[in-house]
């Protein structure tokens, strides 16, 4: 849990209401949304873009965690 709490420190806030919860999320995805903004522009690059979509897809997989982390979190599924 200790190792969680280090790669995904923002998805263990405590959050009391809904409203920090959906910002929390809204947040999330727009960071996502925005890197993979970036990424796609990147990919464009003929050389780097197989190493782009990569680190891309791991990214996107991050954020994803970070999401169902967070919905854990607040359910108190998680400790």
Same mark, same amino acid.
């Given at each position: 849990m200790g190792l969680l709490k280090t790669l995904w420190p923002?998805?263990?806030n405590q959050k009391k209401d809904i409203a920090?919860?959906?910002i929390? #999320?809204?947040l999330q995805l727009v960071a996502a949304i %925005?890197?993979?903004f970036i990424i796609t522009i990147l990919?464009?690059?003929p050389i780097?873009? #197989?190493i782009v979509g990569l680190v891309g897809g791991l %990214?996107?997989?991050y954020f994803f965690v970070g999401i169902?982390?967070?919905l854990l979190n607040y359910f108190k599924i998680l400790k």
């Open positions: 923002y998805a263990f920090a919860l959906i929390s #999320i809204v %925005i890197v993979g990919a464009k690059i780097v873009n #197989i %990214i996107d997989l169902v982390l967070t």
